[in-house]
């Protein structure tokens, strides 16, 4: 009788090691998926990261150049606004010539000062 008992017991452990063994290598393959959605996600999370440091270089760039077209569109104001104060001595040929002149030394020689000047701190 306990022969028979064991045979039995035997048969039903046979299934059973078998499920356990594909239960197993199915738990494996998901703890391999597992860690391969974690290096993705690391990956991921870095490249957010780099995207956003490069958006605040790209706004900080951005906010730079604003300022320097304000200033460009300033100075060429002030020049056509210096220019049409020239023109106002049409008239006269000294008069423009002197305005001419000044027009020189100031938008041309300064320009070249501050060429000089920005190369040499280059």
């Known amino acids: 009788m306990l022969d028979y008992k064991i ?3 035997k048969r039903d452990i046979g299934p059973r090691e078998v499920s356990i063994k594909q239960l197993q290598d199915q738990t494996n393959l998901m703890q391999i ?5 974690y290096r993705v996600g690391e990956n991921l999370s870095l490249i957010v990261e780099d995207l956003v440091l490069r ?3 790209l706004k900080c760039e951005i906010k730079d150049l604003g300022k320097i077209c304000r ?4 100075y060429m ?19 423009l010539k002197r305005a001419c002149v000044n027009l020189y ?5 300064d320009e070249g000062v501050k060429n000089a000047s920005d190369d040499s701190q280059v």
């Open 71 to 74: 200033e460009q569109t300033h």
């Open 7 to 9: 045979k039995e017991l």
């Open 105 to 109: 030394k100031i938008y041309v020689l």
């Open 33 to 37: 998926e597992v860690k391969h959605f």
């Open 55 to 57: 958006q605040k270089g």
């Open 77 to 95: 104001g002030k020049f056509k606004d210096d220019v049409f104060e020239c023109l106002a001595h049409i008239a006269d040929f000294n008069k």
